[in-house]
């Protein structure tokens, strides 16, 4: 079994920037690949970014690239996403997100933490 820690989130003005951190622990050698999902009232859960965990490729959403940044620190089991230019529709929970490597979807979640873009 896998646990996901997120950490990072708080209120910020429009065009400000956060820093989110997930830290895993447990069975972590079975994780192939780690990744950021993001849900608002009234809305679906949206996929953000997501990296392979052994060569780093990264796929981030349309919606953030160019202004989001996820990546990885092996030896310390985290991974990243650093926000910029944030807006308030990136207003969400943020949740951190494992893959083992006979999973067809992520099965591993965080509890959430909350982004606040507000003026």
Same mark, same amino acid.
């Given at each position: 079994?896998?646990?996901?820690?997120?950490?990072?989130?708080?209120?910020?003005?429009?065009?400000?920037?956060? !820093?989110?951190?997930?830290?895993?622990?447990?069975?972590? +050698?079975?994780?192939?690949?780690?990744?950021?999902? =993001?849900? *608002?009232?009234?809305?679906? !859960?949206?996929? %953000?970014? *997501? $990296?392979?965990?052994?060569?780093?490729?990264?796929?981030?959403?349309?919606?953030?690239?160019? =202004? +989001?940044? $996820?990546? =990885?620190?092996?030896?310390?089991?985290? %991974?990243?996403?650093?926000?910029?230019?944030?807006?308030?529709?990136?207003?969400?929970?943020?949740?951190?997100?494992? !893959?083992?490597?006979?999973?067809?979807?992520?099965?591993?979640?965080?509890?959430?933490?909350?982004?606040?873009?507000?003026?």
């Amino acid at each position: 079994q896998v646990q996901l820690v997120e950490s990072g989130g708080g209120l910020v003005q429009p065009g400000g920037s956060l !820093r989110l951190s997930c830290a895993a622990s447990g069975s972590v +050698f079975s994780i192939v690949a780690m990744g950021w999902y =993001r849900q *608002s009232p009234g809305k679906e !859960r949206e996929f %953000v970014a *997501s $990296i392979d965990w052994s060569g780093g490729t990264t796929f981030p959403a349309d919606s953030v690239k160019g =202004r +989001f940044t $996820i990546s =990885r620190d092996n030896a310390k089991n985290t %991974v990243h996403l650093q926000m910029n230019n944030l807006k308030p529709e990136d207003t969400a929970v943020y949740y951190c997100a494992g !893959r083992a490597a006979l999973d067809h979807v992520y099965k591993y979640w965080g509890q959430g933490t909350q982004v606040t873009v507000s003026s």
